[in-house]
């Protein structure tokens, strides 16, 4: 079906999504109207903002599709994100890497000297806690992609994880991010998580955002 629209692009396209019940919007990072310096024109965020259904931002020259990097943080968006990407039929198997990023625990700086190597115990033990929990839902989302995926990897990296998503991604050469609208991190009054929007705007290959289905 082919549709001509008049009026604010953002508008537009985030309405006629709703009103033929799209389940996936694709738009590419930059339209005739932006600057060329920006990572990620103002339709593209205003779309993936605003749009009810999953959102792939399509960045970079065109690519034969090879690997995907999936972001789990085992929140309700990271396992519907990789539900949706599963349900693909992918034809040739991808490579696709699973990773989790956890936030570095720190001491407060008003933390008295002589509580401090207690604290220190006390969050490596937290950390511990989180890695095997990050690890265990890694695994379950490993397993939902057997037969459906080529290799899979799984990772743990510890950092912000924002910048962990885009320094993986733009480092492996991957053809595809994966990520969920909002994260444990995640309001739920906003529209997108604020690590999503960062590897949406930075990230240099397409990204596929998915949100919760209503």
Known sequence: EVRVSEGDPREEIVRTAEEWGADLVVVG?????????????????????????????????????????????????????????????????????????????????????????????????????RRTKADAVLERAAASLEGKAGAIERSIFVGIPADAIVQAANQDGVDLVVVGARGLGGLERLLLGSASEKVLRTARCPVLLVKRPR
């Open 29 to 129: 990072a930059r339209g005739l109207g932006t600057v060329k310096g920006f990572f990620l024109g103002s339709v593209s965020l205003a779309v993936a903002r605003y749009v009810a259904c999953p959102v792939l931002v399509v960045k970079g020259r065109p690519r034969e599709f090879k690997s995907a990097l999936v972001a789990i943080d085992g929140s309700e968006d990271s396992l519907h994100a990789l539900e949706f990407f599963a349900s693909f039929a992918l034809g040739e198997k991808p490579r696709v890497r699973l990773l989790s990023v956890l936030e570095a625990l720190r001491i407060p700086a008003s933390a008295p000297r002589f509580v401090r190597a207690r604290l220190r115990g006390m969050l490596a033990l937290l950390q511990q806690e």
